[in-house]
């Protein structure tokens, strides 16, 4: 009987272990070796076997992350060594500084640092007894956090039990609990659908959901984990000379370590490591505010010791900050280039993210319903890396009593033409077009730009001056201008004139995908216009052309195809372009080979999509080959597809055209249908 017991024990531990293994797979390494189907497949035999022999169960368990009844409150927990804070450092010369002070206290010349991120998240204490968690508490006042064991419990990156046969007595680590940007935005989303809170950033949120009194909440957020350290130890096998040591011994017992800490000497080191992380910010999934300096040895670390509550062994580099508050002064209608009306934040200066921001996207009038923003609001104001600042939220706390609500205007503030707003769009549009002053500078402007016709020397200022004379008012005055009118301009030197009167008469010579782009179609990108040049190979072919003959174009569908006829169906449109043609504007003709449009062809007009590799051609010459028979490419299989052509390794699109029935076409069987 015994012995039969000993055999489920030993099955259990085998299958816990296998569990935890995939878990850190997955929740840590990301790189997860078993499908989901085969790991939801060995938890359920776990849970089966631990059904069947209660006794068996033990808290650490994988199948014991969730359970624990709500609480009343959380309990509090002493710190058995403090957890102390960082002092901080903003500029290069605070870091030397501490370099300096460093070099002297220890009497050395360089120094060996741990460098790591500093995230921004929740510090938190993990206390592990004979390698099985039993505790955890959040920082609190440094001396006494909060026990939230049970939340913590329900976090996959934290392993319940250490792998490792030799466990220490006692191990507590710490760290920072973190919501990762994805997890965030989905999180966000999902509260927006429910109609509940949203959370203004990642900390808030892992903030919010770690501290529910009830763990079932905690397990439907996805948090996770970053050690940067150990508190108090017993046991042998804990390395006692350097800080990256216990990081390497901290990762080997499967808790997540940064993939960006580094061991480097001097201060020059550091700087560059500042500048490094500082690029890599944004893509880094998770958010930081700052790095961590730490000096490497631990016997150089006591005998720096402390100063009050930081230690003088490490600094914390923050970067600027990328949220701040200040106050709403106003909001500003900008109309943007296809009429598009958005409104704008006028704030009272403040410094984010690196840089003085008076101005800030609040995107459409929904958005500033939904976030119930009224001029006069104190507001948080974000800036991330080189995207437009935006209003993040509002400060409730302190709306004035004075603040009040923002009306979209019904008419353009440029031009006085009305703003529609068609059904199922966020934007209203001006209707004034390219009589609209404001629209005939962002077309001036986008018609110039280095991807269109590549104006040089022709930007917002100029352009601005240039609409406001009424020296021009379509991108093809421009090429009427005069060099004494612009000269005549504030500000313009006679060579600057001279430079621009150069530039404009370069740009005559052009190529047609440059010319569509540049005419500024809404809907019409680089790609579709380089598209559109390739599939008509020329301008009078695409400006007679209908919308059903556009859609056979790679990527068209009907809105695009919408856009283009509506552009080219305005006499105004037509005008400027002949006068432009006129003025010397001009590309190499049939540099591409119009397709030949086949009116009869038995595909003419049905849908293709391609997946997998054919055997003779690739899916580009397939591509070209469908289309030069009137038929589609598209990218996704639907109800709308007619055909999918499967070569070897077809992906999910193969499966997804059996649900729907969607005929299913090898090499052969296509080339026959195009025959
Ligand atoms: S070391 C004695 N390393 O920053 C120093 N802290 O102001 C103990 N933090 O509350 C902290 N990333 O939560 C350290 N790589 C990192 C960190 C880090 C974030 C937080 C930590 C602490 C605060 C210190």
Redesign the pocket.
């Known amino acids: 009987m015994n012995n039969g017991i000993e055999a489920i024990q030993q099955q259990l531990q085998k299958l816990r272990d296998l569990i935890d293994l995939h878990n850190y797979q997955y929740y840590v390494l990301d790189d997860p070796i078993i499908s989901d189907a085969e790991y939801d497949q060995l938890f359920r035999e776990l849970q089966q076997l631990e059904q069947r022999y209660p006794r068996l169960v033990v808290p650490e368990s994988p199948t014991q992350r969730i359970g624990a009844a709500p609480l009343k409150d959380f309990s509090q927990v002493t710190h058995r060594t403090p957890?102390?804070?960082?002092s901080?450092a903003f500029e290069d010369a605070e870091v030397e500084a501490f370099d300096r002070r460093v070099r002297e206290g220890l009497e050395v010349d360089c120094i060996e640092y741990a460098v790591?991120?500093?995230?921004?998240?929740?510090?938190v204490s993990l206390c592990y007894e004979q390698g099985v968690f039993i505790t955890g508490a959040t920082?609190g006042d440094g001396n006494t956090g909060e026990d939230i064991t049970q939340n913590l419990r329900t976090i996959k990156a934290i392993p319940l039990r250490l792998p490792t046969e030799n466990v220490p007595a006692l191990l507590e680590v710490?760290g920072?609990v973190l919501m990762l940007k994805a997890d965030f935005l989905k999180l966000n989303e999902q509260q927006h659908e429910k109609g509940e809170k949203e959370f203004a950033n990642p900390r808030n949120a892992a903030a919010g959901s770690l501290r529910q009194l009830d763990p079932r909440i905690t397990a439907s957020r996805r948090l996770t984990f970053?050690a940067?350290?150990i508190g108090v130890t017993e046991g042998e096998n804990i390395p006692t000379d350097k800080h990256s040591h216990i990081m390497t011994y901290l990762a080997t017992l499967h808790f997540p370590v940064?993939r960006e800490c580094q061991v480097m000497m001097g201060v020059e080191a550091l700087l560059s490591y500042y500048h490094e992380i500082g690029q890599l910010r944004e893509r880094l999934p998770y958010d930081?505010d700052g790095v961590?300096y730490?000096v490497n040895s631990l016997r150089q670390q006591e005998e720096l010791g402390f100063v009050s509550r930081?230690?003088r062994f490490?600094i914390?580099h923050k970067f600027p900050a990328q949220e701040a508050m200040t106050e709403l002064l106003g909001i500003d209608v900008q109309v943007g280039r296809t009429g598009a009306l958005t409104p704008v934040a006028r704030l009272k200066p403040v410094f984010v993210g690196g840089v003085t921001v008076t101005n800030a996207t609040l995107h459409n009038a929904d958005e500033i319903k939904r976030k119930n923003i009224m001029i006069g609001d104190t507001v948080m104001v974000r800036r991330a890396g080189d995207v437009i600042p935006e209003v993040v939220s509002v400060v409730m706390a302190q709306r004035n009593v004075l603040a009040k609500p923002f009306v979209m205007p019904d008419h353009c503030p440029v031009c006085g033409a009305r703003a529609v707003r068609l059904p199922g769009e966020t934007i209203a549009r001006c209707t004034g077009g390219l009589f609209c002053p404001a629209q005939q500078k962002r077309a001036i402007l986008h018609f110039a730009s280095r991807r269109a016709m590549d104006i040089e020397g022709l930007g917002g200022k100029l352009v601005e001056q240039l609409v406001d004379h009424a020296l021009v008012r379509t991108p093809a005055d421009l090429y009427k201008l005069e060099l004494s009118a612009l000269a005549n301009l504030e500000r313009m030197a006679e060579k600057s004139a001279n430079n621009i009167v150069a530039a404009i008469e370069k740009s005559k010579h052009t190529t047609l995908a440059r010319f569509i782009y540049a005419l500024g179609i809404r809907n019409v990108g680089e790609a579709t216009a380089k598209e559109l040049a390739r599939y008509f190979g020329s301008l009078d072919r695409l400006m007679d052309t209908d919308r059903e003959r556009l859609q056979q174009v790679t990527d068209i569908g009907p809105t695009v195809a919408q856009s283009i006829t509506d552009f080219f169906a305005e006499p105004h449109n037509r005008e400027v372009i002949a006068q432009l043609r006129l003025s010397g504007v001009n590309w190499q003709k049939n540099v591409v080979e119009p397709v030949q449009l086949v009116q009869h062809s038995a595909i003419n007009g049905k849908i293709f999509v391609l997946t997998g590799s054919l055997p003779n051609m690739t899916r580009d010459e397939a591509k070209e080959k469908i289309h030069a028979m009137g038929g589609k490419v598209t990218g996704s299989v639907s109800t709308k597809t007619d055909y999918v052509v499967a070569g070897a390794d077809p992906g999910s699109k193969y499966d997804k055209a059996v649900k729907l029935g969607v005929v299913i076409l090898d090499e052969e069987a296509l080339l026959d249908l195009l025959q």
């Not at 957890?83 to 960082?86: A, F, G, R």
């Not at 790591?116 to 510090?123: H, I, N, Q, V």
């Open positions: 957890m102390l804070s960082l901080n790591e991120p500093k995230f921004d998240g929740l510090a920082r710490r920072e970053f940067y350290g940064a930081i961590v730490k930081a230690p490490a914390a």
